[in-house]
Structures are given as structure tokens and as C-alpha cells.
């Protein structure tokens, strides 16, 4: 399996860290943000939505909405460049266009586009940081939201709008809203990365956290087994 430099030495850096140093890894990780929800919402409609969200690593992001009932599949893959450069490698190097992202398909009378844009702005990432998250930095690891229908990019400006003027985040929201125009879904091993990785240190710090804070935050919302992309139990 192939993982970007960067994620290696992280991996390395952090291990080193927790043996020499004591860190808590749970003390350390970023803490979600307590939200309220979007002042307008889409109307539920029958069948199955798709929307795609893109906030730095798709390991962790992916993660958070499979644990999120309602969502039928969540994917991780490449969004906003073109076709013949979505692959791990090239995206990393910051000049395709392409961010990770994570294509999520819904389920809009059990869950809705709102609620997904809550959970995706308190606990999946921090959508304050310009071209980073976390360790990872670069357009690829850009907040992003690829809109599938007007409704939704109303309710994406919308809500983004909500919050700043709430000032529920130190900074102001950098995420930015586009049409989406294609996604392409990433290489097998990025699939159901946290769930079949749960020990690998940069899951440990930057994503497991993550999870508890949906669970915490967002109790009825929260399912115990996630959707995979590989079917297998998590």
C-alpha cells in the first residue's frame, strides 16, 4: 500500500511522540465545535441524494459518514479536476485542481443535506483552515463543498453564512461552494481506511477522535457499524 511521505513521517513523528513524551493523543486532537443547525434545510424527496464534501485526508471524512445513519454509501475520491489526474500520487502534488473529497449518497428522508452539512462543519473538519487540515497541507486538503442542485448550494451558502455571522469559529469559514462537474472515486486501499486501520498513528490522532465526537455530539444520528465500501464488518 502506498501512503503519501508527509502521512509516513507523521506517522513516524507522532509515534515517537506518544512513547517519549506521554501525549494523549485524545487531549491532543482537535475538538469539535458545538454548531447549531442550518436555518433552512432542503425538502425531503423520495430515493437517494448525492453530495460530495471535501475537508483535507478523505480517510478521516469518509469515516465520519459512515457512522452516519441515513447515508447509504460514502466514498472517498477526487473532486474539482479533471479526469486523467485522479490518482493518489499526482493530487498530492497540490497542482491537479483535485481535492480529496468524499462522495456521499443519502438517504433525504432519514437524513437530510442540512444535517449532513452540521455533522461535516462540527466534527468532520476544521472549516477555518485555508488549503490545510490538520497536518496536511496543500489545495488537495482544501474545505470544499461540491454541490449536486441549486437547493443544495442554497443551503450550503447559506448555512456557511449562518455560522460566520454567529461567530461560532475563531476564524471565518474559508469553505468554498462549486458545482460538482465529476468525481472520481480513490485507489481500493484509501477505501475504509480508519475502519481497517484503527491502530495506524495518524488515524489514532487526527480521525478516532472524530468519531467519538459524532457519537457524542450527535447521538441519534450515530450508527455503531459502518457503511463500507468493501462490505466487510467494521
Not at 438517504?107 to 443535506?113: F, N
Request: glycine residues 8%.
Amino acid at each position: 500500500m502506498s501512503i503519501s511521505s508527509h502521512r509516513r513521517s507523521f506517522a513516524s513523528l507522532l509515534a515517537a511522540a506518544v512513547v517519549l513524551l506521554g501525549t494523549s493523543v485524545a487531549d491532543a486532537a482537535e475538538e469539535a465545535v458545538v454548531i447549531p443547525p442550518p436555518d433552512i434545510d432542503e425538502t425531503a424527496t423520495s430515493g437517494t441524494e448525492t453530495a460530495i464534501f471535501a475537508g483535507g485526508c478523505f480517510w478521516g471524512v469518509q469515516g465520519v459518514f459512515q457512522h452516519v445513519k441515513g447515508v447509504e454509501s460514502a466514498v472517498s475520491g477526487y473532486a474539482g479536476g479533471e479526469a486523467k489526474t485522479a490518482q493518489y500520487e499526482t493530487v498530492s502534488t497540490g497542482s491537479t485542481g483535485h481535492a480529496e473529497a468524499v462522495e456521499v449518497r443519502f438517504d433525504p428522508k432519514r437524513i437530510s443535506y442540512g444535517r449532513l452539512l452540521q455533522i461535516f462543519f462540527s466534527v468532520a473538519h476544521n472549516p477555518t483552515q485555508l488549503n490545510f487540515q490538520g497536518p496536511d497541507g496543500g489545495t488537495q486538503y482544501r474545505s470544499a463543498l461540491f454541490v449536486s442542485n441549486p437547493e443544495q448550494r442554497k443551503v450550503a451558502e447559506r448555512y456557511i453564512d449562518q455560522l460566520d455571522k454567529a461567530h461560532v469559529f475563531q476564524q471565518a469559514i474559508v469553505t468554498k461552494v462549486s458545482d460538482a462537474a465529476g468525481f472520481y472515486p480513490a485507489e481500493a486501499y484509501h477505501q475504509d481506511f480508519l475502519t481497517l486501520n484503527p491502530t495506524y498513528p495518524y488515524i489514532v490522532y487526527n480521525d478516532l477522535p472524530k468519531i467519538e465526537n459524532l457519537k457524542s455530539l450527535f447521538p441519534a444520528d450515530y450508527r455503531s457499524q459502518p457503511v463500507l465500501v468493501g462490505k466487510t464488518k467494521g
